[in-house]
């Protein structure tokens, strides 16, 4: 509906990472998807067939209508997951979603923020690589939950990033990171890099940083793409919950340091060549929207400033 309102043609991709009995229940179902937007209309339609699964997995079946797809995978790779569905699709742009996302009950006439800003942002925009819609703006130190990652959209300064787009004035920011769901990639780019890591991630266990900050890294090292974060109004953000299944893997707290650490290793280290390299995509970016420069300059805020003006203290932490 919301890509119907918005002109442009989609088709919803399900990862079910469920346990196989959920299949044929009516339980919650744990599920991944990747929504592509901006292709051709598909010829023909495509049902389940009677006799074919019944309870939830039905019902994603139907939700994904003529021109999605439903790929069970129970209870195996996350990032997996994602890779294959963005291999199936045929569309433009991947939205990838986790399940736990909501999306706003706001239906506009023109085609929903979430869905429409985004797009254009891509479109408009050809040094950025990924946008998100979820919040935050992301940061990796050393490993600590209450300091990792956790520099949120409601934080800054009127609940929006700092910067604004030329003409739209959509409140946008570019940083080292930006948070999954909903997130927007080019399938071409996403696809050029690999997609995601599914190194050292073992089965059932969370993709963690690698499910956005991983995967946005190589981008800008290897296409010089920024991730990219758009701030909308309360009306139009989508609702995100704490119920994302992959988090209750018994080894997931274990494996997730792991992978935080490694990440810091490998793109986050001060003044390393690797983060020196995205500080300067992002900046690149930002350079195309109207950011407060001479303010972050002369009193530089946060561990992000670096990503809008390099200047002395933005950049040395």
């Not at 990796?140 to 209450?146: C, G, K, L, T």
């Not at 030329?166 to 570019?174: I, K, Q």
């Not at 010089?224 to 974060?229: H, R």
Request: hydrophobic letters at 40%; proline letters at 7%.
């Amino acid at each position: 509906a919301a890509a119907a309102a918005a002109g442009v043609s989609s088709e919803v991709l399900v990862n079910d990472d469920s346990s196989v009995s959920s299949h044929t229940s009516h339980t919650s179902l744990s599920r991944e998807a990747a929504a592509a937007t901006d292709r051709p209309a598909a010829k023909g339609s495509a049902s389940p067939a009677k006799g074919g699964p019944v309870g939830d997995a039905a019902r994603l079946m139907r939700s994904a209508g003529p021109n999605g797809a439903v790929l069970l995978s129970p209870n195996v790779h996350e990032l997996r997951g994602y890779n294959s569905l963005a291999r199936l699709a045929r569309g433009a742009v991947l939205i990838f979603l986790q399940d736990d996302d909501s999306p706003p009950a706001a239906r506009p006439p023109h085609g929903p923020a979430w869905l429409v800003t985004p797009l254009q942002l891509l479109r408009r925009h050809a040094r950025a690589g990924s946008v998100s819609i979820k919040g935050g703006l992301f940061f990796v130190s050393e490993y600590d939950e209450h300091v990792v990652g956790v520099q949120r959209i409601d934080d800054l300064p009127g609940w929006y990033p700092r910067c604004a787009e030329r003409g739209s004035r959509a409140r946008v920011e570019a940083a080292r990171c930006v948070d999954v769901g909903p997130l927007f990639v080019r399938r071409s780019q996403f696809l050029q890099i690999g997609g995601f890591n599914e190194s050292g991630v073992p089965r059932g266990e969370p993709g963690s940083v690698r499910v956005d900050c991983e995967m946005e890294a190589r981008m800008a090292l290897g296409l010089g793409l920024a991730p990219l974060a758009l701030g909308l109004a309360p009306a139009d953000r989508w609702a995100y919950g704490r119920t994302h299944v992959a988090w209750d893997h018994p080894k997931m707290e274990e494996g997730h340091k792991w992978r935080m650490l490694d990440y810091r290793q490998r793109y986050e280290l001060p003044r390393s060549a690797s983060r020196l390299a995205i500080e300067r995509a992002c900046r690149d970016l930002n350079g195309e929207f109207d950011c407060p420069v001479a303010e972050i300059a002369r009193k530089p805020a946060n561990k992000l400033d670096c990503a809008v003006v390099e200047a002395p203290g933005t950049c040395e932490v």
